[in-house]
């Protein structure tokens, strides 16, 4: 482990923070969320009184951007007091540590703040580094092998008043002159100093101490199993929606790295993954054992089991869904409501894997039991977060295909799906930039083998389609038939309906595995009941792609599949209005831009956001009993009504 400290600043809290954040850069040290860091000072209060502060991690933030906003001031004199008592339930704590704060305004304090307050020493750094962990791991664990008297050992205690109260009836007996670090079992490390670089030097020293006894002393690392990753074929993106089907509406990525794929292809996988997690906060990430194999009702059944084997009457039985999934030909597939839950739990896992193949190397991997894992998943703080969470958003856990999603109508159907929860594949020629909910991917949508592609990379990503809005199209310029260029007919046929023809094909299958039923709505025209002299094509392959959407309509009804279409008219925020063919169009009516743009019944600008809303409704439990329906989006006109 690499120490990264560069300069010293005259301010503690500001070394304090560099400290944090060099630890948060770093994933072997803490994940998402997890670790904390503390300084104590002497500082007056508002009366001018000298009070110990002791500035403690505010929980909801992270160790790699946090500032020094991000820090609680808390009086160190009453924290001592509370050490006091022989119990103290885990929201009292909170309740008494938000009193013991100097700032009304500052996050609540970390969960381990007590424990901060019982190290006299004025700077603490706490981590779950992987390599400590891994030697706690064990069943006979080697923390006093590698370290001798340089650290305190404390069997593990869930964190808390608990943890602390341990901590204090250790604290100083044990503590010797060598003593620069508490390894915590099965969780993690502190370490502590006169300065914040004096206790992040003895966090990288017994982090590295620890690395090289588990890479230097032992046999080198055993490849196990394929090496290879596995190629997206539409097999297994099949199996992968099929699996989801069983799952209910989550986002489901699968991971094939040659490492990954090397570990689920041990042949004592079953065995090794499914001891626990490497530190029990994981558990909320990760549950406390993945699914080995594909029997989601087998596992469904055994995590009802484990909740009725350690609950006691007041909890509430979180989803029985698995978070992972190990399987020898898939891979790891990692599952979340959000995708960004689901690349969490992959991040964890990709360092539980690690730690376990380490600790199987130097002896035998070993976590915590059941009920103790259960404890945490069930830790009353955690189950307060789930009562204020509220209500997910509709789409939440469910995807959506939407072609021409870089500009125009596509990106507003994009942001509003979006805005309902769910993640967007979006496909357009030119690629869009992607974020953990939205894949944006190069695909021509006349190119049926590319499309496919992106498909399948699709639902690699988040685990199936329960959405596909039809929206690329193109709108050739204006000629009457007299003048007809068949090239110009043949392109826009080929855009407009044959695309569409082909896409639905391929994602039927996908669509009838849609937990909550498939949506297609289709982005047709206004030009369908009320064609336009001079736009032939755009209207005749409108029409088509229309009556496609229809038959669609009957043919998938069975399947649970519901298709819609929407016929916007006169949409001038998109790409193909430029304020010259705006001004054209203008001028050939005898009007005003302004008026032109709302020549309609309502006298109204229809925008592309209006028609992205009314998309994301239509895929809504609103239009539940609608299909084959043809919904205008005009403003209003006379032809159509
Ligand atoms: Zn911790």
Redesign the pocket.
């Known amino acids: 482990m690499e120490n990264r400290w560069t300069e010293t600043s005259p301010d503690p809290i500001d070394d304090c923070v560099r400290a944090s954040r060099l630890l948060g850069a770093e994933p072997d040290l803490v994940l998402h969320g997890?670790?904390?860091t503390s300084v104590k000072l002497i500082q007056p209060d508002i009366t001018g009184h000298e009070v110990e502060v002791l500035y403690v991690k505010g929980s909801g933030w992270d160790l790699a951007s946090i500032e020094r906003p991000g820090f609680a001031p808390l009086r160190l004199t009453r924290l001592r007091q509370l050490l006091t008592l022989e119990s103290l339930p885990d929201n009292q704590m909170m309740n008494e540590l938000r009193c013991a704060l100097l700032d009304a305004k500052a996050p609540d304090p970390s969960v381990?703040t007590l424990l901060h307050a019982v190290l006299p020493h004025k700077s603490v750094l706490?981590s779950?580094a992987d390599a400590v962990i891994t030697l706690t791991n064990l069943q006979q664990p080697l923390v006093k092998e590698v370290y001798g008297d340089k650290v305190v050992v404390v069997p593990y205690v869930m964190?808390g008043f608990g943890l602390a109260r341990t901590c204090a009836e250790l604290f100083p007996g044990q503590f010797t002159d060598d003593t620069i670090g508490v390894v915590l079992m099965n969780?993690?490390l502190f370490t502590f100093g006169d300065t914040a670089k004096e206790a992040y030097d003895r966090h990288i020293q017994l982090v590295t101490e620890a690395e090289a006894y588990i890479s230097g002393s032992f046999a080198p690392k055993v490849a196990f199993g394929a090496s290879s990753a596995p190629k997206a074929t539409m097999g297994a993106t099949l199996e992968l929606a099929r699996l989801r089907n069983q799952i209910g509406p989550m986002i489901v990525t699968r991971h094939t790295d040659a490492q990954t794929m090397a570990f689920v292809g041990r042949p004592d996988l079953a065995d090794v993954a499914t001891r626990g997690p490497a530190t029990p906060?994981h558990v909320i990430r990760t549950k406390r054992v993945p699914l080995v194999g594909r029997d989601i009702d087998g596992y469904r059944r055994a995590y009802e089991q484990y909740f009725h084997d350690n609950a006691t009457a007041e909890k509430i039985m979180l989803d029985p869904l698995p978070r992972v999934i190990l399987d020898p030909e898939l891979g790891m597939l990692t599952i979340g409501r959000r995708a960004k839950d689901a690349d969490i739990a992959a991040d964890i896992y990709r360092h539980t894997i690690k730690i376990i193949e380490d600790a199987e190397r130097i002896g035998t991997y070993q976590a915590l039991s059941a009920k103790d894992l259960f404890d945490m998943e069930y830790w009353e703080l955690e189950q307060a977060k789930l009562k204020l969470a509220g209500a997910p958003a509709e789409f939440t856990g469910e995807t959506a295909l939407v072609t021409g999603a870089a500009s125009g109508i596509g990106k507003a159907c994009v942001q509003a799906l979006r805005a309902k929860g769910a993640s967007v594949i979006g496909l357009d020629l030119t690629e869009t930039d992607s974020a953990a909910d939205y894949l944006g991917l190069q695909a021509d949508v006349t190119d049926s083998e590319s499309v496919a592609k992106a498909i399948a990379a699709g639902v690699e990503r988040f685990g199936g389609i329960d959405m596909v809005v039809p929206s690329a199209g193109v709108f050739p310029p204006s000629t009457p038939i007299a003048q007809l260029d068949a090239k110009t007919w043949r392109r826009t046929l080929a855009v407009n309906t044959d695309a569409i023809a082909e896409l639905f094909t391929q994602v039927h299958p996908l669509l009838k595995l849609a937990p909550n039923g498939g949506r297609v709505v289709l982005i047709a025209s206004k030009n369908v009941p009320a064609p336009g002299p001079g736009a032939a094509a755009y209207s005749a392959s409108k029409a088509a792609v229309t009556q496609l959407a229809r038959v669609a309509a009957l043919e998938w009804a069975p399947d649970r599949i519901r298709v819609n279409a929407v016929h916007p008219d006169a949409v001038f925020d998109t790409g193909v209005w430029t304020p010259e063919v705006l001004a054209q169009r203008a001028a050939h009516y005898g009007l005003a831009i302004e008026e032109y743009k709302r020549r309609n019944l309502l006298r109204t600008e229809v925008t592309s956001a209006a028609v992205g809303r009314l998309v994301a409704e239509m895929c809504s439990r609103t239009f539940a009993f609608t299909t084959g329906a043809q919904v205008p989006i005009d403003g209003g006109n006379e032809r159509v009504v």
């Open positions: 997890g670790g904390n381990e706490h779950h964190p969780h993690g906060d």
